[in-house]
């Protein structure tokens, strides 16, 4: 194991959720960390919840703003040195029939949940390429491996996430960059209470939980790599 203290790290979603937490969690082990989302006043509180000391730069704005997406590793990189870490966190839930679900919102949610992290990822590899233990975290879904009723847009989206993470992974892995994706379950946060009104936190996966599986992929840096987790709920059977 290599110590994170003192590298840097780029976290969309950072505004709530699984990013938030992640975002905490990585602050814990000493990582800068560049907080992305587009309300700045959740960032805000994302900030003010890091550990005391912590090193961190909000970065508020639109994730289908092309620009912005290609300018978010720069501001980071030059306000921390170098950029070491990214995590693709933000999304977007759908839960609605195939049939009824309009081209406009199926544009909309593949160019939030595939189009911006490929974007992000393809500004961020210059920088990453200067890193001694660059890593890309991608979180997923269980939806990236599965399909379930009334998730055909959204499962699209994180399939997409997928693919294009396991061929970056083969592609950059000889130049030292390792890319991992985490597929979690029914996580309860706010985007799955309004995709999946009927669950209810009982028994769920807590973002606090993706947050530490995550941290751990990123201090166990040996020769031991993880390509991909999957997790699910305690209540669902194993394996399925």
Same mark, same amino acid.
């Not at 997406?69 to 693709?88: H, M, Q, S, W, Y």
């Given at each position: 194991?290599?110590?994170?203290n003192?590298?840097?790290?780029?976290?969309?979603?950072?505004?709530?959720?699984?990013?938030?937490?992640?975002?905490r969690?990585?602050?814990?082990?000493?990582?800068?960390v560049?907080?992305?989302?587009?309300d700045?006043?959740?960032?805000?509180?994302?900030?003010?919840?890091?550990?005391?000391?912590? +090193?961190?730069?909000?970065l508020?704005?639109?994730?289908?703003?092309?620009?912005?997406?290609?300018?978010?590793? &720069?501001?980071?990189?030059?306000?921390?040195?170098?950029?070491?870490?990214?995590?693709?966190?933000?999304?977007?839930?759908?839960?609605q029939?195939?049939? +009824?679900?309009?081209?406009s /919102?199926?544009?909309?949610?593949?160019?939030?949940?595939?189009? &911006?992290? %490929?974007?992000l990822?393809?500004s961020?590899?210059?920088?990453?390429?200067?890193?001694?233990?660059?890593?890309?975290?991608?979180?997923t879904?269980?939806?990236?491996?599965?399909?379930?009723?009334?998730?055909?847009? %959204?499962?699209?989206?994180?399939?997409?996430?997928?693919?294009?993470s396991?061929s /970056? &992974?083969?592609?950059?892995?000889?130049?030292?960059?390792?890319?991992?994706?985490?597929?979690?379950?029914?996580?309860?946060?706010?985007?799955v209470?309004?995709?999946?009104?009927?669950?209810?936190?009982?028994?769920?996966?807590?973002? +606090?939980?993706?947050? +530490?599986?995550? &941290?751990?992929?990123?201090?166990?840096?040996?020769?031991?790599?993880?390509?991909?987790?999957?997790?699910?709920?305690?209540?669902?059977?194993?394996?399925?």
């Amino acid at each position: 194991m290599k110590e994170l203290n003192g590298r840097t790290a780029l976290i969309t979603g950072a505004s709530g959720g699984i990013g938030s937490c992640i975002a905490r969690r990585l602050a814990q082990s000493g990582v800068r960390v560049a907080l992305c989302g587009r309300d700045a006043e959740k960032l805000q509180n994302t900030q003010d919840a890091l550990p005391e000391g912590a +090193e961190s730069l909000l970065l508020s704005g639109d994730l289908l703003d092309d620009a912005f997406l290609k300018d978010c590793p &720069a501001r980071t990189a030059e306000r921390f040195g170098g950029l070491d870490i990214l995590v693709n966190c933000a999304g977007m839930a759908l839960s609605q029939p195939f049939a +009824e679900t309009p081209i406009s /919102l199926y544009d909309r949610i593949m160019a939030l949940n595939a189009r &911006a992290p %490929y974007l992000l990822m393809q500004s961020s590899l210059p920088y990453l390429r200067q890193s001694d233990r660059a890593e890309i975290v991608n979180i997923t879904s269980v939806c990236a491996q599965k399909g379930y009723p009334l998730q055909s847009a %959204y499962a699209a989206s994180k399939h997409a996430l997928a693919g294009m993470s396991k061929s /970056l &992974a083969a592609e950059v892995y000889p130049i030292g960059i390792r890319v991992h994706l985490v597929s979690p379950g029914g996580v309860f946060t706010d985007m799955v209470r309004i995709a999946r009104p009927d669950l209810t936190p009982e028994g769920m996966i807590l973002p +606090e939980d993706v947050a +530490e599986i995550t &941290a751990f992929l990123l201090e166990h840096r040996t020769n031991a790599v993880v390509d991909q987790v999957e997790v699910h709920r305690a209540g669902k059977e194993p394996f399925l």
